[in-house]
Every structure is written in structure tokens, then in C-alpha cells.
């Protein structure tokens, strides 16, 4: 990789300089918990531990959405805490080159995870030739770091996918779901399902919802008339099905964590939006089924950190972790137009946002960084609007109404991701990169360069 020239370290003393007024005058007002997250967040250095963590479809109406609804309007979430905001563009390719203006997750993912565009749907391989291409997992594993990987969907969705698998369709989850990919099969000499990958990876940490994959036969191979779960024992894995499990693993083994047959059941319930809007409600802040043994994306986090962390104290390894996190139903419940669904899963994922910043503050040779993979569609309306689609009347925390609106597709369909750019946000070692608006390739730039990944 070639070293920083002279322009570039002028330019970036230049930023650190201009960043440095700006954050004064910023932490003044108290924004910021301390002038040293302040500090810490302008200076480039290397990362010991990098934490990225993704809300699936978390555009800036979600997080408003969040925040009206359960802080207040001039409240602050977790996520917004953040001493460094910028934001990224998150466009697809076609097999040309040419953009693609919505992304989807598995396009989306491979930008951060690759530094290389791709078409939408694939998984970590280029947009033409469709060819495997290095991921920040990988990158990381080869230079001696702890991984993990911990979401709210099944460890086979495209997010979580795009670290530890390669891919021509994310629809390839498990061994029976083959049909799109048929030269990454492993009769064909490919690496397998998206499943299967990500245990061969050996992963360190794998928590998630998706056993019906792991569940799955191999059907070719070393590990032929065994289940995917199966595999990960043979491998080393410790595999848990819920807190009590996860809360009982040893250090120094992987885990393997399926925590629902599908996507884990979001922790909010309510009215979906619906034609002509919905009575005011209130949310229910809880779901009957969810079962109680279920761990939260907070808990989660807690545990896959702390397991990465001893991991690397017992083997005294002068290097870190790499750990992302996804609250992916943030996503799945806007797909749905199902507000409340949508705003729980968001809280839920700026409680894990709470869970990294407490561990950064302890040890702040951590980077830190909460973006998101693509906009979404739900939108804040005035309460006197008539808004085509569906729509539902929310009664907020600070007892008053709000209308968000779902509008980007027929009702009864999907509704839909948008192109617009997103948040990025970051804390740490060269966290200063997300300035600025960007490109969703340029996160993985910026977690090489904390880690030093060659």
C-alpha cells in the first residue's frame, strides 16, 4: 500500500487543524462527553479495536422517527452523540460500472466491507467478473485480529454476509438455497453457501437469528450428510440458542449463536400504517413472539466484545478486535410499514450504540463508527397531510401526535430503499475520515488505516 505523500498529510494536518476550532467551539456548547473523546476523534493513529455498527435502512427520517418518538424532538439519542458526523453516498453499480442509484444491503455491504462497488445482490465479488474480493473480516483475521459479527437478522443476510462469504447472489444462504450461485457451489469447486462459508472462516464470534440455514445438509464436500451447525461443531464452535447459552460460554473457543429459526423477532409491537392512517397509538414495548430467552442486540454486543477482548488477552496479542454489529429490522419493519416495529428495533440498535461508546471511553484507542447501508422510506408528515400510500398517527413520549407515511411503492407491496446518502458518524483513531460527505467505499479505507490491515 503506498505510503501518505506530502499533499496528503498536509491536507490531512490542514483538516485535523480546522476540525480542532470547530470541535472546540462544539464541545463548549456540550455536545460531547469530554474533550478527550474530542480529541481522540481529530487525531489519525492506529486502532487497537474498530466497532462498526450498521442500522439497516437507518436513514436520517428513521433516526428522527426514533428520536420524536422516544427522546423528544430536542432530545438525543446515543447515535447523535457522536463528536464527528459526516455523511456517505451509497449508490450500487451495474456490471458496466455504471451507477445504480438505490442499493440494496448486499451491494451496499460489499461497498464498505470490499472498498469495491458491486451490482445489486451480490455478495463481497466484483460487478463484471464476478470475482471473490478481500473483505475487512478477512483483511483483519490475516492480520491477527479478533472477529465478530452480530445482527438482528439471520447470519446469513446480505449485512452480516458480506464479511465472511463470497457470492453471486445473497438468496444463496444455506446449502439447499443454491439455485442462483451455481459456480460457488462446492460441487462446482466453489467455497458453498453463504452459511457454510462463514464457519470455515472461523469466525469468532457469530450471533445472530438463521438457524433454519445452519439447519441445512451439505450436499458435496468434507462435510457431506451433515447440517451447517454440525460443521461449526467439527470446527471448534460452541453453538447456543439463547441467553442462558450465550451467557455460559468459555472464552477461546468460537460461538456460534442461532438465536431464531429466521430474523429475530423484533422487541416492539403495534398498528402497521395503513390507508388513510391509522387512530393516534402508542407503541407496545414489547412482543409476545419474542421469547423471553432471546438477548438483546445490547446483550449481544456486550458478550461478543468482552469474548473477543479475553480472547485476545489469553493468546497476548498486541493486536485488537473487529466487531460489527447490525440492527437490521430497522429496515425489515419499514419494508413492512409497521412504525412501531421500526422505531423499537431503532432504539434497540442505539442501546448497542450506548454498549460500544462506554467501551471506546474505557479504551479509547478504539474507533467507533454507527452508519448505515442505505436510506428507507417512512417520513415525517404534517398531521393535517392526506399523503398517498399508507400512513399511521403516533402518539410520541412527549404526548404529542406525529404521521409518518410510507409511500414508495403500491400499498400491499414492499415499500422500498431510497438513493439518498446517509449518516455516518465516529469516535477514535482516524475517525476524523468520516468528515465531509464521502463514499460508502472510503469506511473501509478508514477501518484498513485504524487497523493497519495489509
Not at 249 to 259: A, E, H, N, R
Not at 280 to 309: F, G, H, V, W, Y
Request: charged content about 20%; hydrophobic content about 35%.
Amino acid at each position: 500500500m503506498p505510503r501518505p505523500t506530502r499533499r496528503h498529510l498536509t491536507i490531512a494536518t490542514a483538516l485535523v487543524a480546522a476540525t480542532t476550532a470547530a470541535l472546540a467551539v462544539t464541545t463548549a456548547a456540550g455536545a460531547f462527553d469530554s474533550k478527550e473523546q474530542a480529541k481522540h476523534a481529530i487525531q489519525g493513529g492506529k486502532a487497537k479495536n474498530v466497532i462498526l455498527l450498521i442500522g439497516d435502512g437507518m436513514g436520517d427520517s428513521e433516526i428522527t422517527l426514533a428520536r420524536d418518538y422516544t427522546v423528544g424532538a430536542n432530545g438525543r439519542l446515543n447515535m447523535d452523540k457522536f463528536p464527528l458526523t459526516g455523511a456517505y453516498t451509497t449508490y450500487a453499480v451495474h456490471a458496466d460500472g455504471t451507477p445504480d442509484y438505490v442499493t440494496d444491503s448486499a451491494a451496499s455491504g460489499t461497498g464498505w466491507a470490499t472498498g469495491v462497488k458491486t451490482v445489486n445482490g451480490r455478495i463481497s465479488k466484483t460487478p463484471g467478473t464476478d470475482k471473490a474480493v478481500p473483505t475487512l473480516l478477512e483483511l483483519a483475521q490475516k492480520n491477527g485480529y479478533a472477529t465478530g459479527s452480530v445482527t438482528t437478522a439471520e447470519l446469513t443476510d446480505a449485512t452480516p454476509a458480506v464479511l465472511a462469504s463470497h457470492v453471486t447472489d445473497r438468496s444463496c444462504q444455506g446449502p439447499a438455497d443454491m439455485a442462483k450461485c451455481p459456480t460457488d457451489t462446492i460441487a462446482a469447486g466453489g467455497p458453498g453457501s453463504i452459511a457454510e462459508q462463514s464457519v470455515n472462516h472461523k469466525v469468532d464470534v457469530l450471533l445472530g437469528g438463521g438457524k433454519q440455514r445452519f439447519d441445512q445438509k451439505i450436499t458435496d464436500g468434507k462435510y457431506k450428510g451433515l447440517t451447517v451447525t454440525e460443521q461449526a461443531r467439527k470446527l471448534g464452535y460452541q453453538v447456543v440458542t439463547d441467553n442462558s447459552g450465550l451467557n455460559g460460554v468459555k472464552s477461546g473457543k468460537p460461538v456460534l449463536g442461532l438465536f431464531a429459526s429466521g430474523n429475530v423477532p423484533t422487541e416492539w409491537t403495534g398498528k402497521p400504517a395503513a390507508v388513510g392512517g391509522t387512530d393516534p397509538q402508542r407503541c407496545t414495548t414489547s412482543n409476545p413472539s419474542r421469547p423471553s430467552t432471546t438477548p438483546s442486540l445490547a446483550d449481544s454486543a456486550t458478550k461478543a466484545i468482552r469474548l473477543l477482548e479475553a480472547k485476545q488477552k489469553a493468546s497476548h496479542s498486541k493486536q485488537g478486535f473487529f466487531l460489527q454489529i447490525e440492527g437490521a429490522s430497522i429496515d425489515k419493519q419499514d419494508h413492512a410499514a409497521d412504525p412501531c416495529g421500526q422505531i423499537g428495533e431503532t432504539a434497540a440498535f442505539d442501546r448497542a450504540v450506548k454498549v460500544a461508546r462506554a467501551y471506546a471511553a474505557e479504551h479509547p484507542d478504539t474507533l467507533v463508527v454507527t452508519t448505515a447501508d442505505h436510506g428507507h422510506t417512512s417520513q415525517i408528515v404534517p398531521l393535517e397531510a392526506t399523503p398517498p400510500g399508507l400512513s399511521s398517527t403516533l402518539v410520541t413520549d412527549e404526548g404529542q401526535q406525529l404521521k409518518v407515511n410510507y409511500s414508495t411503492n403500491t400499498p400491499g407491496q414492499s415499500q422500498e430503499h431510497t438513493g439518498t446518502q446517509v449518516r455516518i458518524a465516529a469516535q477514535g483513531p482516524q475517525a476524523y475520515r468520516v468528515l465531509g460527505v464521502t463514499n460508502q467505499t472510503d469506511l473501509f479505507t478508514t477501518v484498513r488505516e485504524a487497523l493497519r490491515l495489509r
